[in-house]
């Protein structure tokens, strides 16, 4: 009787692990998605300063514009009632809003820099979404 309850017990203990590891995998696999923060406006306008030579000036109001994106998403993104389409068209509205105050603070030089820069960021993201999508025939091998 002794032999039984030990192999009772060792199978209660396999049974207890496999019941669990379902919400283990489930909370490494959430993790990406809750990795996702808004990038610090400073930072973000640090960048664009660099990359597009912009003045002191243009750069205090790049901060500005970016500080106010931000404040706006997070509104958008902590309001429950909105449907998800509803939500992604809000903050697709605020990006494209923020993209022309943008471009009204630059100079038509920085703004076609600019332009380049939001191409090459849409690129690598396809390429990137496209990476585990098989269906357009292996394109995403460029330059790699």
Do not use: C, W
């Not at 590891?21 to 996702?36: G, L, V």
């Not at 406006?41 to 106010?68: M, V």
């Not at 943008?102 to 820099?113: A, E, F, M, R, S």
């Amino acid at each position: 009787m002794n032999r039984f309850a030990s192999r009772f017990a060792l199978l209660g203990l396999a049974l207890g692990v496999v019941s669990f590891a379902p919400a283990a995998f489930a909370q490494e696999n959430s993790a990406p998605t809750q990795q996702h923060r808004a990038p610090d406006p400073q930072k973000q306008a640090a960048r664009l300063a660099k990359r597009l030579g912009l003045s002191d000036d243009q750069t205090s109001k790049l901060t500005t514009i970016l500080q106010n994106r931000q404040q706006q998403a997070a509104a958008i993104r902590s309001d429950s009632s909105l449907a998800p389409q509803d939500r992604r068209a809000k903050l697709r509205s605020i990006q494209q809003g923020t993209d022309a105050q943008i471009n009204g603070v630059l100079t038509p030089d920085q703004q076609k820099q600019y332009a380049q820069m939001k191409q090459s960021m849409m690129d690598r993201r396809q390429n990137a979404r496209g990476a585990g999508d098989s269906s357009d025939g292996g394109s995403d091998n460029d330059g790699h």
